[in-house]
């Protein structure tokens, strides 16, 4: 056979398998496209020292979204609906553990009560942090972390008072 022959042989067979193999992939990819992504996360609720805050993303809009929270012999359950968007959310008393949401068949961990927790006091200390280091600066002057609150948090107040600290050192109040 010549050279010229094979390829003219050839051609339309890797053309068409090349079409039909990457067919099912086409339709894989829109198929995954048009299922949403099931996604959660849970934090504190702020004031309210055992309440967590759950969020679910991704459902399908008008199905129930159960969340489950704690451990073997404490738990938390609660079903809701999805809105028109595929969002749920909730709000409760967790015990400590795993929290996971499920939507049709899909599964997701949201984190537990102890990583909130501590996403909770980390985002406090910086909010604290944030407004020592910015009211300081504009006086050079120590100013308390209680203005405007009853009790602050301790993250906060931690973090205030290392505010007050950068800004007193800062060239501008030296």
Not at 135 to 142: A, F, G, H, P, S
Request: charged share 20%; proline share 6%; net charge positive.
């Amino acid at each position: 056979m010549k050279p010229r022959i094979r390829l003219a042989v050839l051609a339309p067979v890797v053309v068409s398998s090349l079409a039909l193999g990457s067919a099912p992939l086409l339709a894989a990819s829109a198929q995954a496209a048009a299922v949403p992504s099931l996604t959660c996360s849970v934090k504190q609720t702020p004031n309210a020292t055992g309440k967590y805050d759950v969020s679910v993303t991704g459902a399908q809009p008008g199905t129930t979204v159960t969340v489950h929270g704690g451990n073997a012999t404490n738990q938390f359950n609660f079903a809701t609906k999805a809105d028109d968007d595929g969002n749920a959310s909730t709000s409760g008393f967790i015990p400590a553990g795993k929290v996971t949401a499920s939507n049709e068949d899909d599964k997701v961990s949201c984190g537990t009560v102890k990583q909130a927790e501590q996403k909770n006091a980390q985002d406090q200390y910086n909010a604290g942090f944030q407004r020592g280091l910015s009211e300081t600066l504009k006086t050079c002057k120590e100013n308390s972390a209680n203005q405007g609150f009853a009790q602050p948090d301790p993250n906060y107040e931690r973090g205030y008072n290392a505010g007050v600290d950068k800004a007193l050192s800062s060239p501008k109040c030296k």
